[in-house]
């Protein structure tokens, strides 16, 4: 097999080379002064690399052992007032090297040597390192070629930049010099193909495409094939080459130093004198490829951005036309980059979902009238500005129209890249891209790219930059943002994860027993009455009915979300899906407001009511000395039931719930035949000035309208509502166990509607008999025991023994529910990271977070046993109203960013 050694192989020509060569059967040695930028190449694996100086004999009598074919293209263009001599001695070097080692061919890229013409520096230096070489003894092959046409060479990328950027310019006469370009393909084609001819070869060989052009004509096909107007040229025949090369150097990118040797070539004609080189290397049956055809196959990367997909990565080999890492950073024509890189505490999962979900419906979490604007704006000039949206609101694929853009490449869910179909004077594309650090943590890339045409599309670039930071910076805030709120999907897939799996045993009628359990408890035995008296006299049944339908406008919201996302934790599960992590974890704690402390708070109340039931010591109940036992006992047992299974506890609870319901009837029934209307008359009592109102007391409506504090009329019953408006604190417990639910979609809006309904009817029809059994004004109306108060006015005082076992019952079952919806909302923000994830734990037996409810359960009986919750006890109304709040403005979050999701309740 030939063993090639290939010099300059990190140049323009000789990274092409290389893969040709491999393609070819060749083996390849690359000689390097810097291997790292030949490890760039895709090649490099299958080269051998050998670091080395080529004005070093040693290192090049060292790369040349066992050599068949030396490709020598090293040149020093630009380096120097001395570098012809340098390049002369150079090549003498690499010729004797090349006879001591027996090395069997040389193939060196020149360029074209015109009879009869003055030659410019550059090109003598050419010709004489081919006389050197020809001169070696060795077989040799000199290719003599003009101008390469190829994305990264430096004779066309001066053409692009000319023509891209001046549509008028003033022009040396060399711009009518004639010139015979040729594709980089076939210059590679002809390169493979020389290391094959018969020794007796040793000569030069002319070589170019099938077109002959002035440089000027070059500049119009440039222009054509680009899709730019035809240029405006002005000849200025006493602008020199010397001259002529500080203006490329300003107007393009390309240093002077290159730009000079190359403009002063311009002079001579390059023209093939010959076409010997067809006897040894024959046309490919297609041709020779022509001047546009070969403009088209340099443009094609840039047009398709065929460009690193990742910003560690440098570019790939591709087709020969095509840049490569080694290539200069000027080369590859104008391509503006704005790159933004952000970390983001949220998961690639999580950041990448939010990607994919961009721009339609969802939005561009950007500046909303900047896009809104442009948008117009593109439509005003026949664009498709914002109106095609997407095809599906959770998926992209290779093709989809999404607003302006064209999806044009996604990988592997952590690249997207989308390309501008709106009218802009260039090419335009957006990257979104998901990485990682070594240490884990997410990254998030963005780039916007844009390739102008013309002088225009560069203004137009200069001309939006400035809003960059305002548009695109925003839009990466605001999506790594939302990414750290948890989708929807992810929620629900993490339910199904073996060791966070809780078994799901409950029905509609579980659910209903669970509402109507907790909500049953101290605000139908005791703020029916207190409230009667205080602030609505009988019409305390309209204020129980108005907090009723309030709670249902909240109570439809936990509705509609827990069937929808049936995944436990209620409010903090819901807000995670639609406000984000931060939101969710400020709802976790305010969660502990509402149930670990209710719960602590009715635990005490339970042990007060079993102390007077049964005629207990004091001291179980405890006091300012003493913790309370009977508090602590309770919260203990309860905890037990609830780690040995929900079912179990659910009928516990159906038992009890049974108890609470019939005692609530027996309240009903038997007060009915004690109702006098005397009682009930008038039934909204006339409103009066209230004794010590100040203005934090005061209702917020006669706050606002600057009402003068008053108890009953209007005012007093809404006062009133407001107040008993607590005792329906509970109907949210019931969505904590929707992940324990057998068909959440329809049991859950059930249980929650169905528990408040029964509640509502029953919490009026007590309100009812109650103040006909004994007057509102009755001061035996505000105490501790209303209900029995209003027995005992009636001589039923047998009855109140029974009103004290339904209250045991009831704050039991509310001690309960409480304390397993505290632990499932815990569970939930364990599974989530946001409390370790091992406390999240499922019982293998019994189904349960055990571990979770043991430490909820401990918590728990300190509170109820220790510490004095009077005063805390009014901080479980906030933590209420906070979740109500954040749970309504969830679904219309949700309602708006996930319109998809299929919603069995709204």
């Known amino acids: 097999m030939t063993l090639s050694l290939v010099t300059g192989a990190t140049g323009y020509v000789g990274g092409r080379l290389v893969p040709e060569l491999l393609e070819a059967g060749h083996d390849v040695r ?100 081919g006389e050197v070489l020809l001169a070696s003894g060795v077989p040799t092959t000199v290719l003599q070629a003009g101008v390469v046409i190829g994305s990264g060479s430096a004779s066309f990328e001066m053409l692009r930049y000319l023509t891209e950027r001046l549509p008028v310019m003033v022009t040396p006469k060399w711009v009518h010099t004639r010139i015979q370009p040729i594709a980089i393909r076939d210059v590679l084609r002809y390169l493979v193909g020389s290391a094959g001819m018969p020794d007796d070869v040793n000569r030069t060989f002319d070589i170019g495409g099938p077109d002959v052009l002035t440089y000027l004509e070059m500049m119009q096909g440039f222009a054509k094939v680009a899709g730019l107007p035809p240029r405006k040229v002005v000849p200025v025949p006493v602008l020199t080459p010397g001259l002529s090369s500080h203006w490329v150097g300003i107007v393009t990118p390309v240093p002077a130093s290159i730009a000079r040797p ?342 005490r109340g339970w042990s007060a009511y079993l102390q007077s039931l049964l005629d207990l010591p004091t001291w179980l109940a405890g006091d300012a000395a003493r913790p309370d036992f009977g508090a602590i006992a309770i919260v203990v047992a309860l905890t037990a039931l609830g780690v040995f299974g929900t079912k179990l506890s659910g009928r516990f609870t159906s038992v009890l719930v049974v108890v609470k319901v019939a005692v609530v009837l027996f309240v009903v029934v038997a007060g009915l035949f004690f109702i006098k209307a005397s009682n009930l008359t008038p039934f909204v009592p006339p409103s009066k000035p209230s004794s010590g109102e100040s203005g934090l007391d005061s209702t917020l409506l006669q706050t606002i309208f600057g009402v003068e504090p008053t108890v009953f009329g209007i005012y007093g019953i809404i006062a009133a509502a407001s107040v008993v408006f607590f005792a329906f604190i509970g109907f949210d417990i019931v969505a904590t166990s929707a992940e324990e639910t057998r068909n959440p979609q329809r049991d859950m809006p059930r249980g929650i509607l169905g528990s408040l309904a029964i509640v509502t009817v029953l919490y009026a029809a007590v309100a009812f008999v109650v103040t006909g059994m004994l007057k509102y004004s009755d001061d035996r109306m505000n105490t501790a025991a209303p209900l029995a108060e209003a027995f005992s006015a009636n001589g039923l005082e047998w009855a109140s023994k029974i009103i004290s076992v339904g209250a045991v019952a009831g704050l039991t079952t509310v001690v309960l529910v409480l304390m397993l919806g505290q632990a499932r909302v815990l569970f939930a923000m364990s599974r989530d990271g946001l409390l370790p994830q091992g406390l999240a734990k499922v019982h293998p037996r019994f189904g349960t977070p055990y571990k979770i409810t043991i430490i909820t359960g401990a918590f728990v009986a300190v509170l109820a046993g220790f510490v004095p919750l009077s005063e805390l006890s009014k901080l479980v109304s906030i933590g209420t109203l906070f979740a109500f709040v954040v749970v309504s403005a969830g679904v219309i979050v949700l309602r708006r960013t996930r319109p998809d999701l299929d919603r069995s309740f709204r």
Request: proline residues 5%.
């Open 30 to 129: 690359v000689l390097v002064r810097s291997p790292e930028k030949a490890e760039a190449h895709d090649w490099a694996p299958q080269v051998e690399i050998v670091k080395g100086d080529a004005t070093s004999a040693d290192d090049v009598r060292r790369a040349m052992e066992g050599v068949d074919v030396l490709y020598y293209l090293l040149h020093s263009i630009g380096d120097g007032d001395d570098w012809v001599e340098a390049e002369r001695r150079m090549a003498q070097g690499f010729a004797d090297a090349a006879q001591a080692a027996g090395v069997g061919r040389i193939v060196y890229l020149g360029g074209m040597d015109p009879e009869g013409e003055e030659l410019s520096k550059h090109l003598r230096s050419r010709k004489q390192v």
């Open 262 to 603: 190359l403009v002063d070539s311009l002079k001579n004609t390059v023209v093939a004198a010959e076409k010997d080189i067809e006897q040894h290397v024959p046309d490919p049956p297609e041709g020779l490829i022509g001047f546009e055809r070969a403009l088209e196959l340099a443009l094609t990367k840039i047009q398709n951005l065929d460009v690193p997909t990742r910003w560690t990565s440098a570019s790939t080999a591709g087709a020969p036309s095509e840049p490569l890492p080694s290539d200069p950073d000027w080369a590859g024509g104008s391509l503006y980059k704005d790159e933004r890189t952000r970390e983001v505490d949220a998961s690639p999962e999580a950041l990448w979902t939010i990607i994919e979900g961009i721009g339609g419906r969802n939005g561009w979490y950007s500046w909303p009238l900047a896009w809104w604007v442009r948008g117009i704006m593109d439509r005003l000039i026949g664009g498709p500005g914002l109106r095609r949206g997407r095809r599906n609101d959770r998926e992209l694929v290779v093709g989809d129209a999404l607003d302006w853009w064209r999806v044009e490449a996604t990988d592997d869910k952590t690249f997207l890249r989308l390309r501008a179909e709106m009218r802009v004077p260039g090419l335009a594309w957006l990257e979104l891209q998901v990485g990682s650090t070594e240490g884990g943590t997410t990254t998030f890339h963005h780039r916007a790219l844009f390739h102008p045409r013309g002088l225009l599309g560069h203004a137009y670039w200069l001309s939006i930059l400035p809003f960059h930071g305002i548009v695109f910076g925003s839009m990466q805030r605001n999506i790594a943002k939302a990414a750290r709120t948890k989708s929807v999907e992810r929620s629900i897939a993490e339910t199904d994860e073996p060791d966070h799996r809780l078994r799901k045993d409950l029905s509609a009628w579980d659910l209903t027993v669970f509402g109507v359990g907790v909500m049953i408890g101290t605000g139908i035995f005791v703020l029916t009455g207190q409230e009667a008296y205080r602030s609505a006299g009988p019409a305390i049944v309209i204020s129980f009915v108005l907090a009723g339908i309030a709670c249902a406008l909240a109570a439809v919201c936990y509705a509609e979300f827990a069937s929808t996302v049936p995944v436990a934790g209620s409010a903090y599960t819901f807000s995670y899906a639609t406000l984000g992590e931060l939101i969710a974890w400020i709802i976790g704690w305010d969660l502990v407001l509402e149930l670990a402390l209710g719960a602590a708070v009715v635990a």
